[in-house]
């Protein structure tokens, strides 16, 4: 069984920043392209950023290019999110997953419960 439990969201103002972990148990972690997710409220769910299996190649939204960092520590089954310069338009439950390619593809597995991530002064 598959979990994938995030962690690391919390309150910050407009430019500061926040670290998110997500840790992973029931797969492969060390073969699996991995990526965050956010949600915003009334919106879709969209990607935020992507790593691929042994962190050669990272690929970032538009919207948070140059502020955010993905990372991945394989021997813990745990990826990351390093967000700066948060803006509020970053507000949102953030969630990770495996992903079924690095350029295309979707989530793989069922969501977890997310970690929020609120920005306001």
């Known amino acids: 069984q598959v979990h994938l439990v995030e962690s690391g969201g919390g309150l910050v103002q407009p430019g500061g920043s926040l670290k998110l972990s997500c840790a992973t148990s029931g797969f492969t972690f060390g073969t699996a392209v991995m990526a965050w997710y956010r949600q915003a409220p009334g919106k879709e769910r969209e990607w935020v950023a992507s790593?691929?299996?042994?962190?050669?190649?990272?690929k970032y939204a538009d919207s948070v290019m140059e502020r955010f960092t993905i990372s991945r520590d394989n021997g813990k089954s745990t990826v990351y999110l390093q967000m700066n310069k948060l803006e509020p338009e970053d507000a949102a439950v953030y969630y990770c997953?495996?992903?079924?390619?690095?350029?295309?593809?979707?989530?793989?597995?069922?969501w977890g419960q997310g970690t929020q991530v609120t920005v306001t002064s």
């Open positions: 997953n495996a992903k079924s390619g690095f350029t295309s593809g979707g989530p793989q597995y069922p």
């Open positions: 790593i691929s299996t042994l962190s050669s190649n990272r």
